[in-house]
């Protein structure tokens, strides 16, 4: 097998901003030219999500009210006896959704659906400067 | 390494339908023959997740209860300014449970529990016919 | 491609217990001396879970409110009718969570935040040993 790392900078503007990270996942994959592999899309931290929706302008105004109606940010967290930064509800959430999605390369084609972006999202409650780790293994 | 692909068809009924492939996940993995190797599992599509769950009868109608008070078909979703399908609610639950999951094969055995099902759930509001891809990487 | 397992047992108190096991990983993972990897996590079980998050006592509380909240666990589930041991919204809450997370090795170091632990969280409503399995595949 071989291992592929390449990295990215993603610069978000916090609050469940979600930014649609789907061209710059495939001009990396696509770049090695291979037929039959694994893409694993991962970001390091503990207030930042990588998951994959429908990127449209509805959707992107859903995901962040349902996100604030389940985890609200105007909520009392312990998190904040600890570190007083207010942000004990992006911890939360980024721990429910995840930071990491794995796709399938068949046939030299990533296997996300027409309709399907693959997003990064950031529950900071500041601006944030991301680091967006690829690897792709064959 | 080798990855190894596969895919089959998987017909729903929609409306948080829960369908276990474990069987067919087994099948597929089973037949190479392998002792050490990981088990990719994942469906393309903004509508439609995996996850495991026990497949039993009482959770198959407690899942379904939990999402719809978590993320209620009833609501409004700006997704319908958009698109006019009445799926909002169907793409912000994928989203939030995601569309893969990972298992070792360990000693020739996938490490999954007893009572623990793969399962792929779709929650468009209409049914279905999706595709699941398979990937053995040794 | 090599698949290097190995297996580390945890013993939980239950109740949305969370046990950060960062070290342990770490320990297993850097014994082989790799560069470039990609490391995945993972525990069996139908009430358990695997997720990363800033393992300090606020949050350790902050967690399983949020969780109680969400999927409550004086709430009657279906799951009781079948075997009345109590523990529906354990399940609930483990196939939402999920249980394995993959992180990159990247130039020998695991890429996982300063202020981020890897954690398995027992959902159940009882002790538990659970066995992790940690694969490193390069």
Chains 1, 2, 3 share one sequence.
Do not use: C
């Not at 995901?63 to 207010?86: C, R």
């Amino acid at each position: 097998m071989t291992v592929r790392n390449s990295k990215f900078q993603i610069n978000t503007k916090g609050y469940t901003d979600i930014i649609d990270i789907t061209h710059k996942v495939k001009n990396e994959v696509y770049k090695y030219g291979l037929k039959d592999a694994i893409v694993h899309v991962y970001v390091a931290g503990s207030t930042v999500s990588l998951t994959t929706i429908e990127y449209e302008p509805g959707l992107i105004k859903d995901f962040p009210e349902i996100m604030d109606k389940l985890v609200p940010a105007s909520d009392f967290y312990h998190h904040d006896d600890t570190w007083h930064d207010g942000n004990g509800h992006s911890h939360i959430r980024a721990s429910i959704i995840g930071n990491s999605v794995s796709i399938p390369l068949v046939d030299g084609a990533l296997q996300i659906g027409t309709w399907q972006q693959v997003v990064l999202i950031d529950f900071d409650n500041k601006p944030r400067s991301r680091t967006v780790t690829l690897q792709v293994l064959d």
